[in-house]
């Protein structure tokens, strides 16, 4: 079976509406990154509905102990999550409600082992019963894939693959034609919650992309700033934000950090908004 992008799914999928929307409003979209369950369940449900007010895609992390592309500041949220009670099973109560409140589309981002240890099928068909739009799974070569990729084609969920730039070109067409929704490219080298410079390699390493897939490109792992997400958003059609929205939930207690994040969303939609150029 040949798992591509085109042969996986019907086309116009939730997460390709939410950016083609921000695409016919001249701006990239900006996906939103907070934990599920952190730093209490309640709190983050709140924080979310806020971001999901102003985030065109919102991606929920499911809390895991060995998350091994995040840096200490997702690991700590995700420690903290487990620790507070956090189970999968929260994960699409979670999903089930900013769906029925919202428009964003939801992307849940989660390593294998835990897709795996629940059944890939079942993770699927809950995920898209609870109203998800696909998964960012950063720990799962395309080689390995195949049996998430024919339930999430089953389900009508889209795959988003972490592509990476020192791969060849034959490399990154194999991940792109499996991928679905859009592909992620990394900002920085490294983990997430970097607040260093954009590598200055990555507008080139999006235009390689674009010459090997039709889908969108969302950068993110390491977009910090409402500067950096302007200028990424001149180039990327999604600039995905994640441990900037952690240290404003952190920055006063209770419903005021979640009153931060949602700050800090409208601060970085307002620079996407200015950084694209007027369609000729």
């Not at 798992?3 to 799914?9: D, E, F, I, Q």
């Not at 995920?127 to 009508?156: F, K, Y």
């Not at 490294?190 to 260093?196: K, M």
């Amino acid at each position: 079976m040949n798992l591509t992008s085109s042969s996986l799914r019907a086309p116009a999928s939730h997460l390709e509406r939410a950016l083609a929307r921000a695409r016919g409003q001249e701006r990239a979209a900006l996906a939103a990154y907070l934990p599920a369950g952190y730093p209490t369940l309640d709190q983050s449900l709140d924080a979310l509905h806020l971001l999901a007010t102003t985030a065109d895609v919102i991606e929920i992390g499911l809390p895991y102990s060995d998350p091994l592309m995040d840096g200490p500041l997702i690991q700590r949220a995700a420690e903290q999550a487990l620790r507070a009670g956090f189970r999968t099973e929260h994960l699409f109560t979670t999903v089930r409600e900013l769906a029925a409140a919202s428009n964003a589309a939801l992307v849940v981002m989660t390593y294998w082992q835990p897709v795996h240890h629940y059944g890939p099928a079942r993770f699927a068909q809950r995920l898209a019963a609870a109203g998800g739009a696909g998964v960012v799974i950063p720990d799962l070569p395309v080689e390995e894939a195949s049996d998430w990729l024919s339930a999430a084609h089953e389900h009508h969920l889209d795959t988003v693959f972490v592509v990476a730039p020192n791969a060849t070109d034959q490399r990154l067409a194999r991940v792109c034609a499996a991928a679905s929704g859009m592909v992620y490219a990394p900002a920085t080298t490294g983990v997430t919650g970097s607040q260093g410079p954009l590598h200055p390699g990555l507008p080139a390493f999006i235009d390689r992309l674009r010459t090997l897939t039709h889908l969108p490109v969302g950068v993110g792992i390491g977009v910090s700033t409402p500067e950096q997400a302007a200028i990424v958003g001149t180039y990327a059609d999604a600039v995905i934000v994640g441990s900037a929205f952690i240290r404003a939930l952190d920055s006063a207690p209770g419903p005021a950090g979640a009153l931060q994040a949602a700050f800090l969303a409208q601060r970085l939609t307002d620079g996407l908004w200015r950084s694209r150029p007027a369609a000729a």
